[in-house]
């Protein structure tokens, strides 16, 4: 069964580092999607991404974070300066068609800022 | 905008046990709802989904979701409870020209043997 996958799975890194988190999305899926999970919190929406665009992005995601489609099967979330706050487990989400169709998630990847 | 609300933050219930996990959303329209659920350490995996029709919705693992438009629920069920089933428990919702789900802040599901 198609699986959107994610690396790396667990990453410590310095304050102030920057940080490149990957996704491999369904192939065939057009939607993709970000969100982050502080632990014990609720998952909170980052961005979603369509036609090599933003196509929405949350109040979270500021000026830090970046998303990029480099090679159409690899989407990245960068983060250009980490903070403590910064920590969370991040997630990938891929969906095949537009509107309410289910989100399809990565296993996460796991991000702590030291 | 719309939100979910997860009122249980923490249930524990026994093996063979009956299971209801309550969610609420509010939004104007018929929303788009979804329940996942996500073992320690794992990501998010659909149980279930309600889009139209029927309002009793049968999901994967012997889950089921009852849709009411009068109360803004969607509260997940399951009959007898496997000790497999530990876990946390997402209920989110979609809505018509947002591309984004909301999610709840979950349910953490402990059932004791």
């Known amino acids: 069964e198609p699986e959107v996958t994610q690396t790396p799975s667990h990453q410590v890194t310095q304050m102030g580092q920057e940080v490149i988190l990957r996704c491999v999305p369904i192939?065939?899926?057009?939607?993709f999607y970000w969100y982050r999970q502080i632990l014990g919190q609720k998952v909170e929406f980052l961005v979603s991404f369509y036609n090599n665009e933003i196509s929405e992005k949350s109040e979270i995601f500021d000026d830090q974070f970046s998303v990029e489609r480099p090679d159409g099967s690899n989407f990245t979330l960068k983060i250009r300066s980490t903070k403590l706050e910064d920590s969370a487990m991040y997630f990938c989400?891929?969906?095949?068609?537009?509107?309410?169709?289910?989100?399809?998630f990565g296993e996460g990847s796991r991000l702590t800022v030291l | 905008a719309q939100s979910v609300t997860q009122p249980d933050i923490h249930i524990t219930v026994s093996e063979g046990a009956s299971l209801e996990l309550r969610c609420n959303y509010s939004?104007?329209?018929?929303?788009?709802l979804f329940w996942y659920v996500q073992s320690p350490g794992q990501g998010l995996q659909l149980l279930l989904k309600y889009f139209s029709g029927d309002t009793l919705v049968q999901g994967i693992k012997g889950f089921e979701a009852e849709f009411k438009r009068s109360q803004s629920s969607f509260n997940l069920r399951k009959p007898s409870v496997h000790w497999s089933d530990a876990a946390e428990y997402f209920c989110?919702?979609?809505?018509?020209?947002?591309?984004?789900?909301?999610f709840g802040s979950g349910t953490r599901l402990q059932v004791q043997p």
């Open positions: 192939s065939n899926h057009l939607y």
């Open positions: 939004y104007g329209a018929t929303p788009y």
């Open positions: 989110a919702v979609g809505v018509t020209g947002r591309r984004a789900l909301t």
């Open positions: 989400a891929s969906k095949i068609l537009q509107g309410p169709g289910e989100l399809f």
